[in-house]
């Protein structure tokens, strides 16, 4: 028997089959026209209402979405920041008392770390005393100066006596020689006229001299008396520094706050400048690092919705304060230089700052904690 043949050969088997799939559509089609509904099972029905409510809800979310979207702004890269004072002392030496602990809270004033003043003190006295020391000082150099001036004014006296006393020779003199050479006076006159004019102008010259010794006294002494002057200013100044410096062995708060990485111990001996804590002040605020392209509608005065990983239930209201004048690269330590090299246009942050428009010391908000502020644009 050949192929062909054989394919046309149909076996009751296959007859069977076919017959019970004619009947059971046939039965299916008669339903379908008796009632005039789907018999179909339910989940083939939910293959196509739960894709169609999905799509109609996507298409509601969506809209939801891009009306909130034009009319706030939100970003994830913004933190909670506050100024934090970090304390180092302005002396050397070892710690011999401290009144503080991490976390204490401290008051503006508060006495916090006392260093050893010991070496202040002496250093202290001994420039006490070299100031006293340089006053006498000044003492004897003005009484040098009155003692210059009597001399001055003695030189000045003997010069007008020395001089009268000198014309008085030379006339004197003049009348002997003529009388002299007329042979009315005697050789013996005539030669104490000479021996007193010579006398009298030795005098003179002698009190010229003094003058101008006294003269060189006095200027000695007034020189002296600036230089002593100098001194002591120096002396007074070195005073000054010292009580600063003694008084810098006591360290006060310069601010309310809590005490924070504290590194001091009782007994350390501590460089000046080195760190020793930092006071972190109950003041707070967020700084949101907006994409520059979402700062088209922001500006100042903007309410703003707060929320902090550390209180998920909450939203804390605040509003813009400010927006930096710079991008954040620009502002950095090293600013990007896009003129050289090739250049990739990247997307900029701007820092914007976002105080609180409540109380929010009752929660435990600190510097460096991660924030999601939603800004109000329009």
Do not use: C
Not at 38 to 57: E, F, G, M, N, Q
Not at 117 to 139: I, M, R
Not at 277 to 282: D, K, L, R, T
Not at 291 to 301: F, I, N, R, S, W
């Amino acid at each position: 028997m050949s192929n062909e043949e054989n394919k046309n050969i149909v076996k009751p088997e296959d007859e069977d089959i076919k017959q019970q799939k004619e009947q059971t559509e046939a039965e299916k089609t008669s339903e379908e026209d008796d009632d005039g509904e789907d018999h179909r099972p339910s989940y083939k029905k939910k293959r196509v209402i739960v894709p169609s409510i999905t799509a109609i809800l996507f298409f509601f979310i969506g809209i939801y979405f891009m009306v909130h979207a034009l009319h706030f702004q939100s970003t994830d890269d913004a933190f909670v920041e506050g100024h934090i004072v970090s304390v180092a002392p302005r002396v050397s030496g070892p710690v011999i008392e401290m009144l503080i602990d991490d976390n204490k809270p401290v008051k503006k004033g508060d006495l916090l770390i006392v260093i050893d003043p010991s070496d202040y003190e002496a250093k202290l006295a001994q420039s006490k005393a070299k100031l006293a020391e340089a006053k006498a000082t000044l003492n004897i150099s003005e009484k040098d100066i009155t003692r210059s001036k009597s001399g001055l004014e003695e030189s000045t006296h003997d010069i007008a006596s020395t001089t009268s006393k000198l014309d008085f020779a030379k006339k004197d003199y003049k009348r002997y020689s003529s009388m002299y050479k007329e042979g009315i006076a005697s050789k013996q006159d005539f030669d104490s006229s000479k021996t007193a004019l010579t006398v009298a102008k030795s005098n003179h010259n002698s009190a010229i001299e003094r003058q101008k010794a006294a003269k060189a006294m006095l200027d000695s002494a007034k020189a002296k008396k600036e230089a002593t002057l100098a001194e002591i200013q120096k002396l007074e100044a070195e005073v000054k520094t010292d009580e600063l410096n003694l008084s810098y062995t006591k360290i006060y708060a310069p601010q309310d706050g809590l005490i924070t990485n504290r590194t001091v111990e009782l007994g350390n001996y501590l460089q000046t400048a080195q760190p020793m804590f930092a006071i972190v002040p109950e003041k707070v605020w967020v700084v949101a690092n907006f994409k520059e392209t979402q700062l088209t509608y922001m500006k100042a005065g903007q309410p703003v919705s707060i929320k902090i990983d550390t209180y998920p239930g909450k939203k804390f209201k605040g509003k813009v304060d400010s927006i930096q004048r710079a991008t954040g690269a620009k502002a950095s330590l090293f600013p990007p230089e896009n003129a050289v090299g090739s250049y990739v246009k990247i997307v900029q942050r701007v820092p914007v700052k976002i105080v609180f428009e409540e109380d929010v010391s009752d929660y435990n908000i600190v510097p460096g904690m991660s924030v999601v502020p939603e800004v109000k644009v329009r």
